[in-house]
């Protein structure tokens, strides 16, 4: 089985630019998330959605990031603008749904790494 | 709250030397999992246990173990004999139940390197 697929690997921006990361979750997986790993910490959960609706987007700062799942497969989230504090990886991750979650964890990909100068 | 600490910031160890991660975790839901995670140089997170708030059956896989002892709210992990390929950073993380949206709450991790 596919893992969870995350776009790009890498990405450097000046402060106040714009950025978008892209995520393609395990085939079938209803529940998707967002975590922001600061260097040096855990990660952080910034958005949950189910199929194509938000579940949890409790500590998403909304003036200025934003995450989309439009179709209930792909996710894309987007950063405008960028902050110095926002430069840390940014890993999506994907599971059959709440109860596989909690049997079995999540499946995560690889991340995107973003540094903010 | 909820809340996941990983006191020990970074390990190391001798090849073959067992090793023990330690993790406490505050939470007032009386139902939650725990789990623990292993984040190579890749960056990716690797499942590797999961328990639940009413089992507090310890448990063996291969070289790792878990303690988990609701008494003191910890969930230890060891790692018996260890090898260069469990050079990582190890997370512990929480689920609560209750809240519905089973979101994790990770420690700050424990950085093993193992030295050949």
């Known amino acids: 089985e596919a893992g969870v697929a995350q776009s790009p690997r890498y990405k450097i921006i000046e402060k106040r630019q714009s950025v978008a990361f892209w995520c393609n979750p395990i085939s079938g997986h209803a529940t998707l998330y967002w975590y922001q790993q600061i260097l040096g910490q855990g990660p952080k959960l910034l958005i949950q959605f189910q199929n194509n609706g938000v579940v949890d987007d409790s500590q998403l700062p909304k003036d200025r990031f934003s995450a989309e799942r439009l179709k209930g497969v792909d996710s894309t989230l987007k950063i405008q603008p960028a902050k110095l504090e926002d430069s840390a990886v940014y890993l999506c991750a994907s599971s059959l749904d709440f109860l596989a979650a909690q049997e079995n964890g999540y499946t995560f990909g690889s991340g995107t790494r973003l540094t903010v100068v | 709250a909820q809340k996941v600490t990983q006191a020990q910031t970074e390990i190391s160890v001798v090849e073959k030397e067992d090793v023990t991660l330690d993790c406490v975790y505050e939470t007032r839901d009386t139902t939650y999992y725990l789990f623990w995670y292993k984040q190579p140089p890749s960056g990716e997170l690797v499942f590797l246990i999961r328990?639940?708030?009413?089992?507090?059956q310890n448990e063996i896989s291969g070289r790792y173990s878990w303690n988990f002892q609701k008494s003191t709210s910890s969930f230890n992990f060891t790692i018996t004999a260890s090898q260069v390929v469990d050079s990582a950073v190890y997370f512990c993380?929480?689920?609560?139940?209750?809240?519905?949206?089973?979101?994790?709450?990770f420690g700050t991790g424990t950085r093993l390197t193992v030295i050949p």
């Open positions: 328990r639940n708030s009413f089992d507090e």
């Open positions: 993380a929480l689920s609560e139940v209750l809240t519905g949206a089973n979101n994790l709450f």
